[in-house]
């Protein structure tokens, strides 16, 4: 297994220690909160680096490709639904960002199935940071920065949006006549 996709794995292992520290005390620990947003920005910046790392030593495999985003899934969709058990997210929110990721992998599963890869899209990699910096900004639910995290979470969800419709517009073809 190859640097990148080690750090993919490590971000995969992060998401328990993750969701444990930011649900532990009912979220109400500003300390766990601390541990939860280092966790996060950790696993975060292995996504960073797994790409870089993998694009400029040749080092892209299906593998990276297939659980790259995957994992960038997993860690945003566990922050969004521990921010939501919390009350710091509205559910419907969730729901569609979450059923989104659903409906990609569900793509990406068919594709595979067809021996295509579908790597992920710059409206994907753009949603993916505003998401990030979305949780990031909520964990650590500073009042300050209250107007900026209500910004990037809005900027997050319309991102989510495009890109689904981006991914479905480019990659039809993948459903409804086997091949892109």
Not at 94 to 122: C, D, K, P
Not at 129 to 153: E, G, R, W
Request: aromatic share 12%.
């Amino acid at each position: 297994m190859n640097l990148p996709n080690k750090l993919t794995t490590l971000r995969v292992i992060l998401i328990p220690f993750f969701v444990f520290f930011m649900l532990a005390e009912g979220g109400a620990s500003r300390m766990f909160r601390y541990v939860a947003v280092t966790i996060f920005v950790v696993a975060s910046l292995t996504d960073l680096l797994d790409g870089k790392i993998a694009r400029k030593y040749n080092l892209v495999t299906n593998f990276g490709k297939f659980m790259d985003p995957l994992a960038d899934k997993l860690l945003v969709c566990s922050a969004l639904i521990c921010l939501t058990e919390l009350g710091q997210l509205a559910a419907w929110m969730t729901i569609i960002i979450v059923s989104r990721e659903f409906i990609i992998s569900g793509f990406r599963l068919v594709a595979a199935e067809q021996g295509i890869v579908i790597a992920a899209s710059y409206w994907g990699k753009f949603k993916t940071t505003f998401q990030m910096i979305a949780v990031i900004l909520m964990i650590i639910d500073v009042p300050l920065l209250s107007m900026a995290t209500f910004i990037c979470t809005w900027v997050a969800l319309i991102l989510t949006v495009v890109s689904l419709i981006d991914y479905i517009a480019k990659n039809h073809k993948v459903l409804t006549e086997g091949a892109i």
